[in-house]
């Protein structure tokens, strides 16, 4: 069994920053690529960034690229999403996610590519 569990979500200005983090616990939790998806009202679930294991390939959705950055520590069993630049477009729920492939050098962008997810962390922007 796979635990996911994210921190960092709350309310942020126009301009501010957050940085989310993702605890992960349970089998084989280093040897798998991450991400880290958005979903907000009446929107369907999107990818926001990935990473592989090693953390030497990154993704970042368009909307994101520039503002956004993922990493992962892997001794701690961590990943993170530092966003900057925030805009009310990026109010959220935010969810961490782990690719259900072992080891994927390339970065997973649908949904269906993901297996264990977390609880989600809202992320509110006020303009």
């Known amino acids: 069994q796979v635990q996911l569990v994210e921190s960092g979500g709350g309310l942020v200005q126009a301009g501010g920053s957050l940085r989310l983090s993702c605890e992960a616990s349970g089998r084989a939790r280093s040897t798998y690529a991450m991400g880290w998806f958005r979903q907000a009202p009446g929107k369907e679930r999107e990818v926001v960034a990935g990473?592989?294991?090693?953390?030497?390939?990154?993704y970042y959705a368009e909307s994101v690229l520039g503002r956004f950055t993922i990493s992962r520590d892997n001794a701690r069993n961590t990943v993170y999403l530092q966003m900057n630049s925030l805009k009310p477009e990026d109010t959220a729920v935010y969810y961490c996610t782990r690719d259900r492939a072992i080891s994927r050098f390339t970065i997973a962008t649908m949904t269906g590519d993901y297996d264990y997810w977390g609880q989600g962390t809202q992320v509110t922007v006020s303009s």
């Open positions: 990473i592989t294991v090693s953390g030497g390939t990154t």
